[in-house]
């Protein structure tokens, strides 16, 4: 039972987090400011990981009428016994997540595949430091491990590429409120602002190219 309560608190903290960082402070921001002119839009995610990210986007395209297509990295996948031990709907927030996480990480790799009507899904097995951007994105999620784990994804220089691709308009989110990380930003070009961190974290950046 401990144990289990341990899990479900960690996977609530996860949800919280993803909530807040990614879908509404990124993806609620921008439909605020687009909502009038655009119902579809593109995201960049920096690091696929479980897929909570994605899913959480996806019920967001279905319960406010907007196209998303949706591009993620992962280079390290989750094994698919790992992905049968997420238990998402111990939540009880998100209607037929089962469903749509197998299909999250059942896709393909390198093709874009429809995993709902409005919601497509790109993934890419490879290292964010060899990936090329072939288009822009409105939304960046930028979901890379903590400065102290990985210290070089949130250098200037590897953050360069994906900034570079962002769309004018475009929004780039991160749980992570560093100041290197927002000197680095601000370094290419982005207008940065420290806001409202999710519950037990006190902020967090989003960035925005005008
Ligand atoms: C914080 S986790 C992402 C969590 C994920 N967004 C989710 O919703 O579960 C960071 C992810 O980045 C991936 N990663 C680590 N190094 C990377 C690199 N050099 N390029 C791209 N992804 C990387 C890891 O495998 C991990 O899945």
């Known amino acids: 039972m401990e144990e289990w309560d341990e899990y479900y608190h960690s996977m609530h903290g996860a949800f919280n987090e993803a909530m807040h960082v990614y879908v509404e402070s990124g993806l609620g921001f921008w439909k605020a400011e687009n909502t009038t002119i655009r119902d579809s839009c593109t995201i960049f995610e920096m690091g696929f990981g479980t897929g909570l990210n994605a899913l959480l986007t996806l019920e967001f395209a279905a319960s406010n009428q907007i196209n998303i297509q949706y ?80 210290p070089e994804m949130w250098s200037e220089d590897t953050l360069r590429p994906i900034v570079e691709a962002m769309a004018p308009q475009g929004v780039l989110v991160t749980y992570s409120a560093k100041g290197s990380v927002r000197r680095a930003l601000e370094a290419l070009g982005l207008d ?13 950046l989003r960035a925005i190219r005008f």
Do not use: C
């Open 71 to 150: 591009e993620t990295l992962e280079p390290f996948p989750l094994t698919l016994r790992e992905v049968q031990e997420l238990n998402f709907d111990s939540l009880q927030t998100l209607q037929d997540s089962k469903a749509f996480l197998r299909k999250l990480h059942l896709a393909p790799w390198e093709s874009s595949v429809q995993i709902s009507s409005t919601f497509s899904l790109v993934k890419h097995k490879i290292l964010l430091e060899n990936f090329k951007p072939q288009k822009q994105y409105d939304i960046i999620y930028y979901d890379a491990f903590g400065f102290r784990v990985q």
């Open 192 to 204: 940065v602002f420290r806001i409202e961190g999710p519950p037990g974290k006190r902020e967090m």
